[in-house]
């Protein structure tokens, strides 16, 4: 890396000046306090958070990079070094309103990890009122396919209690390591073709060949190990009925069979995994399923109506509150 003539000329002036050990040492700590006053200022959750690689040493880097912008400003008002911190924090502030609104991602369940899981502001283009929609939560967008608004309107967050459906919904939110919603739901009535609407009574009982069928028609585009997956945790689902009664009555039992109703106003709010997703994925595993870790499991919890995770500003949010609240909602 290149650094301007000015600019070495200003680091000697800055090293050769002669000051006090005293004086060095109160300055030294002036401005460290206050460029960590400002970096909290900027950022109150801390730096730890960010997945950027900003650190002193990259701060130090961009400065170089800029140093022959600096050359073109009056000093005389300023030392070098306030100079430099002003400018390091302007490289580090945040961007104006209108850039982070073009800059905002969709939702990714698949967790560059997918759900996934939510930068942003929780208004979307698709989200106004201009040409007549309703207000829907952020990650649904004008370009959004109808297939993934639909399931947003009248599936995601809705509470099910039928053993085929929560099943269903399982080994589709289990597809999320390798699809997006999209792409899965596109594809839902082949798979309720190949997997018998989700029986599992009969899933159960696939064996060898049916599994290499289904792994082997391109248009559902299952691997034999997802296939597999998907009839072992059929046959683990048998187990539960006959300890619990029915795999609904179990999974409801983690929220005292009553949907957790949250308050989130941000896409950023909404967690990828929780701690009772972490309970319930530890217990599935220990019972056998596959496919299961807490991201999925609580993907798949949003999407059966186990947690309304609707943001607030989003015409759903109500309903599936009002459904959740209904008294004979686990009957």
Known sequence: MHISKASSNLRRNILEKPRSPDTAADTKTDHSFNLSKHLKKIYP??????SSSLSFSSLSLSLSQNSNDSTATDHSSISPLDHKISLALRLISP??????????????VQRN????HHQGQCVSPSSGSDDGEPRRCYWITKSSDKVYV?????HWGVPIYDDRELFELLAMSGMLMDHNWTE???RKELFREAFAGFDPNIVAKMGDKE???IASDK???????????IVDNAKCILKIVREFGSFSSYMWSYVNHKPIINRYRHPRNIPL???????ISKDLQKRGFRLVGPVIVCSFMQAAGLTIDHLVDCYRYSECVSLAERPWRHI
């Open 45 to 50: 959750i801390g730096l730890r958070r960010s």
């Open 95 to 108: 961007r104006p309103a209108l850039e982070r609104k073009e800059a905002l991602p969709g939702l990714n």
């Open 113 to 116: 990890g997918t759900v996934h």
């Open 150 to 154: 639909s399931f947003h309107d009248e």
């Open 184 to 186: 899965i739901l596109k």
């Open 211 to 213: 599994i290499t069928d």
């Open 219 to 229: 248009e559902i585009m299952l691997a034999e190990s997802r296939v597999r997956c």
């Open 273 to 279: 995994r929780t701690p009772k997703a972490e309970v």
